[in-house]
Nanobody, 122 residues
Framework: AQLVESGGGLVQPGGSLRLSCTDSGFTLENYPIGWFRQAPGKEREAVSCISSYAGSTYYADSVKGRFTISRDIAGNTMYLQMNSLKPEDTAVYYC????????????????WGQGTQVTVSS
């Protein structure tokens, strides 16, 4: 598996970004996918995850109502739509995949992308 994130960048507070996660090696629809983030000096934390196929979604309390996780119709690209961004959302964002059930626990994921930087600043 080679997960690749894209879509990060610099955005002003209140702005939006959409992160994408793709993999050329396997069909992401078949796996639970999680989005995690890590800010400098902080531990990696869960942002959101989605189960395989049925697509049940889960969100950290800090992003509920602002972020949306989804898949494209073909099932091989994952998205994290981020709205109403705040400076505290600044971090490197990672997508990850695992076999089994969806979980918000980062060490239970087996496959990781390289991350994409999101900076929220005026």
């Amino acid at each position: 598996a080679q997960l690749v994130e894209s879509g990060g960048g610099l955005v002003q507070p209140g702005g939006s970004l959409r992160l994408s996660c793709t993999d050329s090696g396997f069909t992401l629809e078949n796996y639970p996918i999680g989005w995690f983030r890590q800010a400098p000096g902080k531990e990696r934390e869960a942002v959101s995850c989605i189960s395989s196929y049925a697509g049940s979604t889960y969100y950290a309390d800090s992003v509920k109502g602002r972020f949306t996780i989804s898949r494209d119709i073909a099932g091989n690209t994952m998205y994290l739509q981020m709205n109403s961004l705040k400076p505290e959302d600044t971090a490197v964002y990672y997508c990850a995949a695992r076999e089994g059930i969806a979980t918000m626990v980062h060490h239970e994921y087996d496959y990781w992308g390289q991350g994409t930087q999101v900076t929220v600043s005026s």
